[in-house]
Structures are given as structure tokens and as C-alpha cells.
């Protein structure tokens, strides 16, 4: 069962940095392809950042240039690291592993202008 716990959300400023966190069980987020994303009040989820198995970085357009999708074999854990935060970036951030359906609780981000 893949367990995934996000953490490092908060209120910044705009043009803030923050990053977030995301430790994995029942995967091995070495070898699998991690995806995050967010999801704004009233809106839609969206996919942001992916770091596939091959280490291949993708990124939505809103966030290329300010977003850096990263892992850590060793801890089992995604990041995502997020500068110039944009009152645009606010919301609940989740990451996920490509392949499994399931979904931790989120990190809340924040934004005041």
C-alpha cells in the first residue's frame, strides 16, 4: 500500500520561497515516476511538477522557472522547491506516485500579496 505524507506548506509572501516535502512508503520514489500537485479553492486539481523514473523533469507553464521537482533515494522522499511564489501559487499541494492511485492529505501553501 503506497503512503505518501506531505509536509512544509505555510504562509509566505509573494516572491517567497518555500519547500515542500513529500515522504513515500510503499514505493520506491528512486525508481518510480512522482508527480505533484495542487489544488486552488474552487478549482480543479492540477498536475504541476513529474520527475519520471528516468530523472526527466516536466513542468506545467505557470511554474517553469520557479518550480524544481527533486528526490532523495536515500529518504524516500519528493521535494518541490518553489521561489517567487505568486498569489496564483496558493493552495493545497499533494504528490503522488504516477502508477498508484493514492493521495495523501496535502500541504497548504499560502500566499499573502
Known amino acids: 500500500q503506497v503512503r505518501l505524507v506531505e509536509s512544509g506548506g505555510g504562509l509566505v509572501q509573494a516572491g517567497g520561497s518555500l519547500r515542500l516535502s513529500c515522504v513515500a512508503s510503499g514505493v520506491i520514489v528512486g525508481i518510480a515516476s512522482m508527480d505533484w500537485y495542487r489544488q486552488a479553492t474552487g478549482k480543479q486539481r492540477e498536475l504541476v511538477a513529474s520527475i519520471t523514473s528516468g530523472g526527466l523533469r516536466k513542468y506545467v507553464d505557470s511554474v517553469k522557472g520557479r518550480f524544481t521537482i527533486s528526490r532523495d533515494s536515500d529518504k524516500n522522499t519528493v521535494y518541490l522547491q518553489i521561489d517567487n511564489l505568486q498569489p496564483d501559487d496558493a493552495g493545497v499541494y499533494y504528490c503522488?506516485?504516477?502508477?498508484?492511485?493514492?493521495w495523501g492529505q496535502g500541504t497548504q501553501v499560502t500566499v499573502s500579496s
Open positions: 503522488k506516485a504516477t502508477d498508484f492511485n493514492s
